[in-house]
């Protein structure tokens, strides 16, 4: 971490899990824990849990995003969420991209870009995700994957909106599957991300971005990953539904 250039942000995914009782509860274990926290904390639940989420988040230091929204505002999108209507509900952040998406539901580098637009217009911030699968990475070309993902997720994106984009390094083959790049692996693909960022906007905008990693973080490894120059926190999957894991990775970045 760089905490005198960039903001160090823990985000938790809680992906398909919890209904609004267990949020509030979840939420309420969390927050005292975090109070202190050197770094953003954010948690991305389900959609039917927002409300429910903002509410218990109200008066603490978590801030609540989504995992998802759709590239319109409105329209005949059957079972979609716009960006709006979750920044009309008090949600801040939302993750686009995630490698679950892309390999559940099709999306696409091109639809990551849509979205991530969609998502900014509305006000919100994003966590933009890439990262390679493991056949990529044994041909040697997760920077080339990187690259090419990023450059086509930020294509439009201005200067002055890079500083509501948080970026996260998730390789697909570390999601979920309790592997993890190594803490030299991890900060590497960050640095690269990093330079990418530096390609498009200059280094001082690659300077000031947050770049997290994203692939199986936990409270054993938080602190070797977080020690690291170029990674600036956390996605957190797992670890994010057991309120003492999240806060020791919060507590991690100190």
Same mark, same amino acid.
């Given at each position: 971490? /760089?905490?005198?250039?960039? +903001?160090?942000?823990?985000?938790?995914?809680? +992906?398909? /899990?919890? /209904?609004?009782?267990?949020?509030?509860?979840?939420? #309420?274990?969390?927050?005292?824990?975090?109070?202190?926290?050197?770094?953003?904390?954010?948690?991305?639940?389900?959609?039917?849990?927002?409300?429910?989420?903002?509410?218990?988040?109200?008066?603490?230091?978590?801030?609540?995003?989504?995992?998802?929204?759709?590239?319109?505002?409105? #329209?005949?999108? *059957?079972?979609?969420?716009?960006?709006?209507?979750?920044?009309?509900?008090?949600?801040?952040? $939302?993750?686009?991209?995630?490698?679950?998406?892309?390999?559940?539901?099709?999306?696409?580098?091109? *639809?990551?870009?849509?979205?991530?637009?969609?998502?900014?217009?509305?006000?919100?911030? $994003?966590?933009?995700? $890439?990262?390679?699968?493991?056949?990529?990475?044994?041909?040697?070309? =997760?920077?080339?994957?990187? @690259?090419?993902? =990023?450059?086509?997720?930020?294509?439009?994106? !201005?200067?002055?909106?890079? +500083?509501?984009?948080?970026?996260?390094?998730?390789?697909?083959?570390?999601?979920? =599957?309790?592997?993890?790049?190594?803490?030299?692996?991890?900060?590497?693909?960050?640095?690269?991300?990093?330079? *990418?960022?530096?390609?498009?906007? #200059?280094?001082?905008?690659?300077?000031? !971005? =947050?770049?997290?990693?994203?692939?199986?973080?936990?409270?054993? /490894?938080?602190?070797?990953?977080?020690?690291?120059?170029?990674?600036?926190?956390?996605?957190?999957?797992?670890?994010?539904?057991?309120? +003492?894991?999240? @806060?020791?990775?919060?507590?991690?970045?100190?």
């Amino acid at each position: 971490m /760089n905490r005198s250039v960039r +903001k160090t942000v823990i985000a938790g995914n809680w +992906k398909m /899990n919890n /209904n609004r009782a267990q949020t509030k509860e979840l939420i #309420g274990e969390i927050a005292p824990l975090v109070k202190d926290a050197g770094c953003d904390v954010v948690l991305c639940v389900p959609y039917t849990n927002l409300e429910t989420a903002v509410d218990a988040a109200a008066g603490t230091v978590i801030k609540i995003g989504a995992q998802n929204c759709h590239h319109e505002s409105a #329209g005949a999108y *059957t079972g979609e969420i716009s960006a709006d209507m979750l920044a009309e509900i008090g949600v801040e952040y $939302v993750i686009i991209g995630h490698s679950e998406r892309r390999q559940y539901y099709g999306e696409t580098d091109k *639809t990551v870009n849509l979205r991530t637009k969609a998502a900014l217009a509305a006000g919100l911030k $994003v966590i933009l995700c $890439v990262g390679e699968h493991l056949a990529e990475r044994e041909y040697g070309i =997760t920077d080339e994957v990187t @690259a090419l993902q =990023t450059k086509v997720a930020l294509s439009g994106i !201005t200067a002055g909106q890079m +500083k509501d984009i948080i970026i996260a390094y998730e390789p697909v083959w570390a999601i979920g =599957t309790g592997r993890n790049a190594t803490s030299e692996q991890a900060d590497h693909a960050c640095a690269a991300i990093r330079a *990418t960022v530096a390609g498009l906007y #200059g280094d001082q905008i690659a300077q000031a !971005t =947050t770049i997290q990693y994203g692939g199986s973080m936990n409270a054993a /490894n938080a602190a070797e990953l977080l020690s690291k120059k170029d990674v600036d926190g956390g996605l957190i999957g797992g670890a994010s539904l057991k309120s +003492k894991d999240f @806060a020791a990775i919060c507590g991690a970045v100190n």
